[in-house]
């Protein structure tokens, strides 16, 4: 959530933000809103004021003997002229706020303006794509070769977009996830988290997902409950309605979870075997820091993602999005992107945003700074990493010409039992 009074006072930069990032929102409303509900609260409190002061004037007259019926009905009176003041502010703060939650986060002055991918800034890269002496086969063939997964079980389970892993597919499915979270507690410093997968309407607007995303989420029937689309959820939200010390910042902090996506804005888009599944596996890293400490917070969080990326020798890419590819909560993201062989294209495994205070004034993530004063932190994360398109370009980069698979060193012992 945006500080409305930044809002009211720089009109013309929120909107040219709006523009930069496809919102469609009428501003000019939530301005004239912010205005009413200044005035109601204004003549709120000053009838307020003056019940106050006439109460205190009941027991003086009782004292002097003074009748106190004329006295009791002003009393009356402004009470009920009270809570007519207090139904109408509550109704414009109602649609105030319902308005200002869809005020998506303002840009970093660095980020590039742009519609689409195509407008997206290179960053940086990794490695080179691996060559082969033959044809290498893309991760569909490789897993009926190798008995990893089953779509067709998949389907009569759940249905079109999810996926069965089998046998060897199910332990480096387990493996890769493992191996994240050991490598990110042992060499990165997050301190790991067992988080529920189901989430009420407050933590899921605490972070943006509501009511941005309403439609893109699964919803529990007949209860407040939805299924995470990230660990970054519960997480982030572990922080809510909190006040910490300076000195304890930053924190760290990681999970493994499912994640569940209707993916209603998917078509047209690839959903190949692993490509785009409604539930998938994701590791995510989550940093609360103070402002100063988040331009580093963000670089250091790629950073590390992209270390589990090097580990396994898989090249990668980096570019930073554009202003119509930046999410709505977010000021800045970096995406990272493998190379998947079979396929021959790049793939996206991470995202590595900063919300800045976003995420905080919605959840109410505080902290104390050197003069005691209550601040608002700065939230970050990003997938360390995502397992259904890393699965791709392992198996894809990883290959032998007989369709057998030769993981990386670092791999094999998490995969004890299931290789020779």
Not at 15 to 29: Q, Y
Not at 286 to 295: A, C, E, G, L, Y
Not at 361 to 367: E, G, H, L, Q, V
């Amino acid at each position: 959530m945006l500080d409305l009074k930044f809002v009211c006072d720089h009109p013309d930069e929120i909107k040219a933000n709006l523009k930069a990032k496809k919102v469609n929102l009428d501003l000019d409303k939530i301005i004239d809103l912010e205005q009413l509900r200044k005035k109601a609260l204004f003549a709120y409190e000053t009838k307020k004021a003056e019940q106050n002061k006439i109460s205190k004037l009941i027991g003086q007259y009782k004292k002097e003997g003074k009748p106190t019926e004329e006295i009791f009905a002003q009393v009356q009176n402004l009470s009920e002229e009270l809570k007519e003041e207090n139904i109408r502010l509550g109704e414009i703060q109602n649609e105030l706020r319902n308005l200002a939650l869809q005020l998506p986060n303002t840009l970093d002055k660095d980020v590039p303006i742009g519609n689409s991918e195509d407008d997206n800034r290179y960053l940086k890269e990794w490695g080179k794509k691996k060559e082969f002496k033959f044809k290498p086969l893309d991760h569909l063939e490789l897993a009926r070769i190798n008995n990893l997964l089953d779509f067709n079980k998949a389907a009569k389970l759940s249905g079109s977009g999810f996926a069965l892993h089998t046998g060897l597919g199910a332990k480096i499915e387990r493996g890769l996830i493992n191996f994240m979270l050991d490598f990110h507690t042992a060499k990165h410093g997050y301190t790991e988290l067992a988080v529920p997968f189901l989430a009420n309407t407050k933590t899921m607007t605490g972070t943006g997902q509501l009511p941005k995303m309403k439609d893109d989420m699964y919803k529990i029937e007949n209860e407040d409950l939805y299924l995470i689309p990230t660990a970054e959820v519960p997480i982030t939200n572990y922080f809510a309605d909190t006040t910490t010390s300076y000195k304890n910042l930053p924190q760290k902090f990681m999970a493994h979870s499912a994640c569940f996506r209707k993916e209603a804005g998917s078509y047209g888009k690839e959903t190949k075997g692993l490509q785009r599944l409604h539930q998938f596996n994701k590791v995510e890293l989550v940093q609360i820091v103070k402002p100063s400490q988040s331009p580093l917070a963000m670089e250091e969080i790629l950073r590390d993602a992209c270390e589990i990326l090097e580990a396994l020798n898989l090249h990668y890419r980096v570019i930073t999005l554009c202003s119509g590819d930046t999410s709505f909560a977010s000021a800045k993201t970096y995406d990272i992107e493998i190379w998947a062989p079979g396929q021959q294209k790049y793939l996206e495994v991470s995202s590595v945003s900063n919300f800045r205070d976003f995420q905080a004034r919605r959840a109410n993530i505080k902290y104390k700074d050197e003069n005691g004063k209550s601040c608002f932190a700065h939230t970050l994360n990003g997938s360390g990493v995502a397992l259904p398109r890393l699965f791709i370009a392992l198996i894809e980069s990883c290959q032998q010409q007989d369709g057998s698979i030769n993981f990386p060193n670092i791999l094999k012992p998490y995969l004890k039992g299931g290789i020779e």
